[in-house]
């Protein structure tokens, strides 16, 4: 069964880090670029962050650049997000994503809240 699962979330105080990661069970992530989504209370789900499959490549949405960045271990069927000096409207479930077989595949998300 194809199965994405984020984990890595918690609470953090502005300007603090933290490392998501994404495992994918019942397929390779090889082969596949995989992006990271989140959505704030209220607020529609927004992409923030693809790679490719390889990993040499990386697009950021501009509210994250220079702070975001992905990375990924195919070895260990894992993509990451490194969130570094994170802000209030941070504050979001995180959710990784990947399009294979004609669909998306979500996994259930992982709540990050940035605050003091």
């Known amino acids: 069964q194809l199965q994405l699962v984020e984990s890595g979330g918690g609470l953090v105080q502005p300007g603090g880090s933290l490392r998501l990661s994404c495992v994918a069970s019942g397929f390779s992530l090889d082969y596949y670029a995989i992006a990271w989504f989140r959505q704030a209370p209220g607020k529609e789900r927004e992409g923030i962050s693809c790679i490719s499959s390889s990993g040499v490549a990386s697009n950021y949405d501009d509210s994250v650049k220079g702070r975001f960045t992905a990375s990924r271990d195919n070895a260990k069927n894992t993509v990451y997000l490194h969130m570094n000096s994170l802000k209030p409207e941070d504050t979001a479930v995180y959710y990784c994503?990947?399009?294979?077989?004609?669909?998306?595949?979500w996994g259930r998300g992982t709540q990050v809240i940035v605050s003091s």
């Open positions: 994503n990947v399009h294979l077989f004609s669909r998306d595949y």
